[in-house]
């Protein structure tokens, strides 16, 4: 089946870590992209990537890294610079044009001790 | 500025009692409105895709439609399992991003 998949499902970090969330596709989607999910707040966009080797950051990007190596996979790392790092992460991906439409992986709850 | 606003927050259904959700708009050059459903702790699943105004479309008990300042998307005879957050998000502007509202949440009661 094709799909989006995210892991871990959980993940809980330490003041001063940085976490790397794993988002892999086998869609054949060109693009890619990281959302950030906080409670009574709309989904916001993170960074995202329309081709292999490029990625520009999206509204909240401070605090964050990715890498885009493989068209397959997009992980994204939450550094110890990003202040308020607990929520709900959403990794999506579609073909790049300006009409497609953008299918969510699962997600990871990430939770700072 | 582009903005997405849903309503109502939060809307409670018996079993059968058809409603309808609001997704107020306001984008330069609309790309494209979109209507996911969220379950809780899961990602979103997508539902609809409309592009222009007097756009309709249909999926069991919900269909969506499309004006040029807001979108419904209407639920006939809901069943419990209907039960979840729907969201809106628009693609438009000089940005070509996704905006989402903030959502809509769904409780249908047997």
């Known amino acids: 089946d094709g799909g989006i998949t995210q892991s871990p499902k959980y993940l809980f970090r330490k003041e001063g870590q940085n976490v790397t969330l794993s988002c892999e596709q086998n869609l054949n989607h060109d693009a890619m992209y990281w959302y950030r999910q906080d409670p009574g707040q709309g989904l916001r966009l993170i960074y995202y990537?329309?081709?292999?080797?490029?990625?520009q950051k999206g509204d909240i990007a401070e605090g964050y890294s990715v890498s885009r190596e493989k068209k397959e996979s997009f992980p994204l790392t939450v550094t110890s610079a990003q202040k308020n790092p607990t929520a709900f992460y959403l990794c999506?991906?579609?073909?790049?044009?300006?009409?497609?439409?953008?299918?969510f992986g699962p997600g990871t709850r990430l939770t700072v001790l | 500025e582009d903005q997405v606003t849903q309503s109502p927050e939060a809307l409670r259904l018996q079993e059968g009692e058809s409603s309808s959700l609001n997704c107020s708009y306001t984008v330069s050059g609309l790309r494209g409105l979109f209507w996911y459903r969220q379950d809780p702790g899961k990602g979103p699943e997508f539902l609809f895709t409309l592009y222009s105004a007097g756009e309709e479309k249909e999926k069991e008990r919900l269909k969506a439609t499309l004006t040029k300042k807001e979108s419904f998307l209407h639920i006939t005879a809901p069943k419990p399992e209907d039960s979840a957050t729907y969201l809106c998000a628009v693609r438009g502007g000089a940005t070509n991003k996704l905006i989402f509202g903030t959502g809509t949440l769904l409780a249908v009661q047997p």
């Open positions: 999506a991906s579609s073909m790049p044009s300006g009409t497609d439409t953008q299918y």
């Open positions: 990537s329309q081709i292999v080797n490029d990625f």
